[in-house]
């Protein structure tokens, strides 16, 4: 399944199996959650939209009319008007971390973001914790959160 979302050959080992330099910057940072690279989809399935209403003290019903929109047959988190993700709090991260979606427990850890060195080079243009100064990933959590990431496209289909 791995080499299916990467580059790999059948018999070769994807280029992040030694692992990849990432250190998440925490609220100081906030890059991947504010408006900063534009308009985007926080993607939310029904059971990630039923934990972070719990955490508001919300019903679904109540959560979903003020922080969900649909977007074809799925539904993403709306955003603030300067395209902010509409739980992040500037300089304090997010609102809602620990029911926060797979989305964004998994990033950098996407296959569009480790398919090759060049695609994650790529990315470390915009996340300043992708640099070769901060501490290894080992390879295979890299796998790890590949698969999780993988999981949250079926999940949205519930």
Not at 17 to 40: L, T
Not at 43 to 60: D, K, N, P, Y
Not at 82 to 101: E, T
Not at 117 to 132: F, M, R, T, V, Y
Request: glycine share 8%; hydrophobic share 30%; charged share 25%.
């Amino acid at each position: 399944m791995l080499t299916a979302m990467t580059d790999a050959g059948p018999d070769s080992k994807p280029w992040h199996s030694d692992g990849v330099h990432f250190r998440c910057k925490g609220p100081e940072c906030g890059d991947c959650c504010s408006g900063k690279k534009g308009s985007g989809y926080v993607w939310v399935s029904e059971t990630e939209m039923r934990a972070i209403a719990t955490q508001l003290g919300l019903e679904i019903c109540q959560f979903t009319t003020k922080y969900v929109r649909q977007v074809g047959n799925r539904y993403s988190l709306i955003e603030k008007s300067n395209q902010d993700c509409i739980f992040y709090i500037k300089d304090k991260g997010c609102g809602v971390y620990d029911a926060r979606p797979t989305q964004c427990r998994t990033y950098p850890f996407w296959p569009e973001v480790v398919r090759t060195p060049e695609s994650w080079a790529l990315e470390a243009l915009q996340c300043p914790g992708i640099d070769k100064e901060e501490p290894r990933v080992p390879g295979e959590e890299v796998a790890k959160q590949l698969v999780i990431d993988a999981k949250r496209f079926s999940m949205h289909r519930e």
